[in-house]
């Protein structure tokens, strides 16, 4: 049976007691259905990964006491994920799978051609935890306010921003990964893909750089997948 992970507020030391929130007490209770005496992991970026002991479990409240440290906190490349707001269950996915793929920071925007006006940060955040606990990373992605794209790009700090444009001529991903360092950033559009004027201002912003995935045409979340997996995977083979 595997352990449970939670991702816990720091400091995390050996011997110290922390108590659990509301969410993670009704998991290990209702839905694994451990009681206390049950081995833990708690974790988080700053402080590492720590042995744990469930110690009290009541409804929605509970309570673990930390052992001794299990992995040591480690640097990871600066990943921003940035969406174009999708239809609720197709966003949640892409928020789970980007944060499995090691996005420090997913990003929702709003274009032009997007099914969804807003996106629920809360609940996004929630899903960035659950699958951080889950896919074994130390850190939780920010989850940040959807804004207008414009304002993603006039805010943007310079780094490299990969945008997947399938309709417009672009670099093979692969040929501008060679030399992609971090931090750095990957965009993908909405359903409709974005309007030629939102392509045309990317292309004229010097940190962009256009590119495509392939020969076919991707769903908007498996495009964010399969762009971050490629990124994370020549990102990680350069520390």
């Known amino acids: 049976m595997s352990i449970p992970r939670l991702h816990a507020e720091g400091p995390l030391a050996p ?11 009704h998991h290990i209770g209702h839905v694994l259905r ?22 009290a479990l009541r409804k929605d409240r509970g309570a673990m006491r930390l052992g001794e440290r299990l992995r ?24 789970e799978k980007a944060t499995e793929l090691g996005a420090t920071r ?13 996106s629920n940060t809360e609940r996004l955040s929630a899903i960035a935890r659950a699958a951080a606990e889950q896919c ?17 790009l006039d805010a943007w700090d310079g780094a ?3 945008v997947a444009a399938e309709r417009r001529e672009a670099q093979p991903i692969h040929d501008i990964l060679e030399r992609l360092t971090a931090p750095c950033g990957f965009l993908v ?22 590119a495509t995935l392939g020969p076919r045409i991707l769903r908007a979340e498996t495009a964010l997948v399969a762009g971050l997996g490629a990124i994370s995977l020549a990102l990680d083979a350069r520390r």
């Open 15 to 25: 011997g110290i007691e922390l108590a659990l929130t509301p969410a993670q007490a």
């Open 34 to 55: 451990r009681a206390p005496g049950a081995a833990l992991l708690a974790f988080n970026a700053t402080d590492g990964e720590f042995a744990a002991e469930l110690t």
């Open 72 to 95: 040591a906190p480690a640097p990871e490349p600066e990943l921003r994920a940035l969406v174009a707001a999708l239809k609720r269950e197709a966003m949640d996915w892409a928020v």
């Open 106 to 118: 997913i990003q929702p925007v709003l274009t032009r051609r997007c099914v969804a006006a807003h």
């Open 136 to 152: 074994e990373r130390l850190s939780l992605p920010a989850v940040a306010e959807a804004r207008p794209l414009h304002a993603v």
């Open 160 to 162: 490299p921003l990969l």
């Open 189 to 210: 559009g909405p359903e409709g893909g974005f309007e030629r004027a939102e392509l045309d201002d990317l292309a004229r912003r010097p940190f962009v750089s256009l």
